[in-house]
């Protein structure tokens, strides 16, 4: 069963730090390369970062490049993908959902992606 499951949102003021973590399990996801989209309320789904399957190329969205930082372990059955929020801002408040895919080209585009966990909410108070 292939599983994607986020943890670590929660409430936090502005300025302040989180860090998410995506369980990713069922299928080899070390083959893959890993996102973290996010979604506000009214908005569209909104590219924030994605790390190679080896983790040796990283991307980020301009509004959260030099705050947030992607990192991921290949364990042998678990594939755990962080994200280390930081400098956090009220605009940073949204549902955030990790994602998985094999494909090298539309990075940030969530059509790119094959499977998704369920989100966790970050809340950024002023």
């Known amino acids: 069963q292939v599983q994607l499951v986020e943890s670590g949102g929660g409430l936090v003021q502005a300025g302040g730090s989180l860090r998410l973590s995506c369980a990713a399990s069922?299928?080899?996801?070390?083959?893959?390369?890993m996102g973290w989209f996010r979604q506000a309320p009214g908005k569209e789904r909104q590219f924030v970062a994605r790390?190679?399957?080896?983790?040796?190329?990283?991307?980020?969205a301009d509004s959260v490049k030099g705050r947030f930082t992607i990192a991921r372990d290949n364990a042998k059955n678990t594939v755990t993908v962080y994200l280390q929020m930081n400098s956090l801002t009220t605009e940073d408040t949204a549902l955030y959902y990790c994602?998985?895919?094999?494909?090298?080209?539309?990075?940030?585009?969530?059509?790119?992606?094959?499977?998704w966990g369920q989100g966790t909410q970050v809340t950024v108070s002023s």
């Open positions: 790390i190679s399957s080896t983790g040796v190329n990283t991307y980020y």
């Open positions: 994602a998985a895919t094999q494909r090298l080209s539309g990075k940030t585009l969530p059509r790119s992606y094959d499977y």
């Open positions: 069922g299928l080899t996801f070390s083959g893959y390369g």
